[in-house]
């Protein structure tokens, strides 16, 4: 009985330290957006004990999440799926490859020092989790989402519990790069990059050439061989002649460019859309996820056309990534913009129905807009942006630029309705900043996507427009959206702030303003 009692005394002091230790760790679980889900992961963790400090504890809520999606993933891909019909399969395969995207970008989180490096990725794997949803939403499956590992998990509340601890421990943290540099770049490009962005003359690794005369005819060919010759660790380049390559191009090359013989000169093709069964996803003509991608003097397109609905012609998930003097061809979501630190300058954007969207943090800046005709019955909206989570760092921000109706609509323009965007999720954040708008644009300015969603959780902006569609006196009420009139409040969503793009465009010697 002696030793009995001894053994309950000793458990107690050991209950009573571990309650006494963990108390602040509970404390802090309280302070986020799921206290419940924080509270039952971190205290079923081996490390629960030794986070006493509020970095501790980010660092034990991100292995926490880790474990949870291995766990679903292993199991995932254990499952026989073999019965499900195609549409279901195609939905399963994204959520795979995305969620194992979302183990890498919650361990890159884990190894950073910067807030904006780690509020960069959380927000992609965010984006992960809501793009996985989608794509079984989108193929109207009966599937039962909600017990499928994916979702079963609590991933998506963790990661919205760590994007409010991430942004809570940004003090601790070293923050990111904002320094603006003398000559308008962000330093984000190397002198290199830059060179290569700028000059004439083309040093290519790799050349693609439809009729023989390079190494390779098709780019799908030549990137296969330069993931084989390279290591990622410096730039490579492949020069794509003139011609039209009809093909599917997905890489997940490390610091590639792709370098064209201009606009209309050099285009990739294709026409997979979701009604022919692919998921918005994978309906992409060419999806570039590998960090530092650049492109330049290049077409992309998607000739599904306005009946096909969603059909991507160019998908982007590379962080850092450059697109200079190209050209994006489709009618509903056209360039999607899907995560992490993106910019595009003197590029050109065809589309109808939400054709820039996605939940990057991006800048546009000196680019184009040319909306299209569309359906009968439908009305265009050139954005739709994907922020799922106040605390996301992305937003789209066209800055600079113009938007104006394509040849097509012109002549009919004033039979459709077409808005500056809608918001897809219920955070959406988008500004329109000294950039041109021609009369198409509908008063009101923006569309509500249904009923009253989003309308006081969104951010939509508008500052010192120009044009006959810039006229903010009869737009929308909405307690989200904002006539800026602070250069201050503007100079958030440029690219020396939005993107700290000062700390990585200069390398690629693509021009740019930092500032408004």
């Not at 992609?124 to 079984?136: I, V």
């Not at 004439?200 to 993931?227: Q, R």
């Not at 997940?252 to 859309?273: E, F, P, R, Y």
């Amino acid at each position: 009985m002696a030793k009995l009692l001894a053994h309950f005394f000793a458990f107690s002091l050991f209950m009573a330290f571990r309650i006494a230790t963990s108390e602040p760790i509970l404390i802090s679980c309280r302070q986020t957006p799921y206290p419940h889900v924080c509270s039952s992961m971190v205290s079923s963790s081996p490390l629960f004990a030794q986070a006493k400090t509020q970095s501790g504890f980010r660092h034990l809520a991100l292995q926490a999440a880790i474990d949870r999606a291995i766990r679903a993933h292993e199991l995932a891909s254990t499952m026989d799926v073999s019965s499900l019909d195609e549409r279901v399969k195609a939905a399963w395969a994204d959520c795979l490859e995305l969620c194992e995207d979302t183990i890498g970008k919650l361990n890159r989180s884990m190894s950073s020092s910067s807030y904006d490096d780690a509020q960069t990725w959380l927000s992609a794997a965010m984006a992960n989790q809501q793009t996985c949803r989608n794509g079984f939403l989108e193929l109207d499956s009966s599937f039962p989402l909600g017990s499928s590992p994916f979702m079963s998990y609590n991933i998506s509340e963790s990661l919205s519990n760590l994007l409010a601890i991430n942004m809570a421990t940004t003090p601790a943290m070293s923050g990111g790069n904002r320094r603006l540099l003398s000559d308008g770049f962000p330093n984000w490009l190397s002198a290199t990059d830059r060179k290569l962005l700028r000059s004439s003359t083309i040093n290519a690794d790799l050349v693609v050439a439809k009729d023989g005369s390079g190494d390779y005819k098709t780019i799908s060919e030549a990137i296969a061989a330069a993931m084989k010759q390279s290591s990622g660790k410096s730039r490579f380049v492949i020069h794509v002649k003139t011609g039209v390559y009809d093909e599917n191009v997905q890489t997940s090359m490390k610091n590639l460019m792709i370098i064209g013989d201009g606009m209309d000169a050099t285009v990739v093709t294709g026409s997979k859309n979701v009604k022919d069964g692919s998921t918005t996803f994978r309906s992409a003509t060419f999806a570039v996820t590998g960090d530092g991608f650049i492109a330049r003097d290049m077409t992309f397109e998607n000739t599904a056309g306005p009946q096909k609905q969603q059909a991507v012609a160019l998908r982007s998930g590379s962080d850092l990534s450059v697109f200079y003097q190209c050209s994006f061809k489709g009618y509903q979501d056209t360039l999607y913009v899907y995560s992490q630190r993106q910019f595009y300058r003197n590029c050109d954007i065809y589309g109808t129905v939400d054709f820039i969207f996605g939940d990057a943090a991006v800048v546009l800046q000196n680019c184009n807009m040319h909306v299209r005709k569309p359906m009968s019955g439908q009305k265009n909206t050139v954005t739709a942006q994907g922020r799922t989570d106040p605390n996301e760092n992305t937003g789209i921000s066209i800055h600079d630029s113009a938007v104006t109706a394509a040849s097509d609509l012109k002549p009919v323009q004033g039979s459709f309705e077409t808005y500056l965007g809608r918001p897809w999720q219920e955070y959406s954040r988008t500004v329109f900043m000294k950039t041109s708008l021609d009369s198409l644009i509908d008063p009101a300015g923006w569309l509500e996507w249904s009923g009253n969603f989003a309308l006081s959780t969104l951010y939509y902006g508008e500052y010192m427009n120009t044009g006959p569609g810039a006229d903010t006196s009869q737009r929308v009420k909405w307690p989200g959206y904002h006539v800026i009139t602070s250069a201050a409040e503007a100079s958030k969503f440029t690219v020396g702030n939005f993107l700290s793009g000062n700390s990585w465009i200069p390398a690629t010697e693509v021009p740019f303003t930092s500032g408004l």
